[in-house]
């Protein structure tokens, strides 16, 4: 079975702080994305990593970055928290372009205070 | 640019009997995929079912079958023989071709109770 495994369920910060949130999958998947999921806005990509170095922009990049070193792992580094960062994230990955399915982690639910 | 619309943001159904979600679609893309996925309350994805564009018949999965009518431009999830265990978010999904392929469109969701 594919895991897609996220480094925390919830988190509590604080504005301004820098935060990083990990992914990590287990399948050797190329593509690896990162979403945000807020109440009557379903989910929304954030970023989206198509190999190992290469990212490219979702619909909503502003205020994130990515990096992904490693192939197995995909961050989301929030520079500086701010309180419209409050959601729940949610890593997904997928074996390439020519595949369908998105497997997701758990989600990370994130407060910002 | 790709569209997802679920109209109906709850539903109840009783235990037992079949229930039908919403999903209509807009898109320019001459190839494409829906997707529908369930989400608990324990927040993790969890894929249901898959249709392609040009596939000739309605997906079935299980107790799941998607209600393809691509004319409508509609991809309704239909659950037969509701279960307590259904009760959770449900999220229509759709992927385009070309410079689309790579990421899912996804609908605001519809939250299902199954009720005893």
């Known amino acids: 079975d594919v895991k897609v495994t996220q480094s925390s369920r919830y988190l509590v910060k604080r504005t301004g702080e820098k935060v990083f949130l990990e992914c990590v999958q287990d399948m050797d998947h190329e593509n690896m994305f990162w979403y945000r999921q807020d109440p009557g806005l379903g989910l929304r990509l954030i970023y989206f990593s198509y190999d190992v170095k290469m990212k490219e922009k979702g619909d909503i990049p502003e205020g994130y970055s990515v990096s992904r070193e490693k192939k197995e792992r995909f961050s989301l580094i929030l520079e500086s928290a701010s309180t419209n960062q409050t959601s729940m994230y949610l890593c997904?990955?997928?074996?390439?372009?020519?595949?369908?399915?998105?497997?997701f982690g758990p989600g990370t639910r994130l407060t910002v205070l | 640019a790709q569209k997802i619309t679920q109209t109906q943001p709850g539903m109840f159904v009783q235990e037992k009997e079949a229930v039908t979600l919403d999903c209509t679609y807009d898109?320019?893309?001459?190839?494409?995929?829906l997707f529908w996925y369930k989400q608990p309350s324990s927040g993790e994805m969890i894929f249901l079912i898959y249709q392609g564009s040009y596939d000739q018949q309605n997906a079935t999965e299980g107790r799941y079958s998607l209600n393809f009518q691509k004319a409508r431009k509609s991809a309704n999830l239909v659950i037969s023989a509701s279960q307590l265990g259904d009760s959770a978010m449900y999220f229509c999904?759709?992927?385009?071709?070309?410079?689309?392929?790579?990421?899912?469109?996804f609908g605001k969701g519809t939250l299902l109770t199954v009720n005893p």
């Open positions: 898109t320019s893309d001459p190839s494409y995929g």
């Open positions: 997904a990955s997928r074996l390439g372009l020519a595949y369908n399915e998105q497997f």
């Open positions: 999904a759709m992927k385009g071709s070309g410079g689309s392929n790579y990421k899912l469109t």
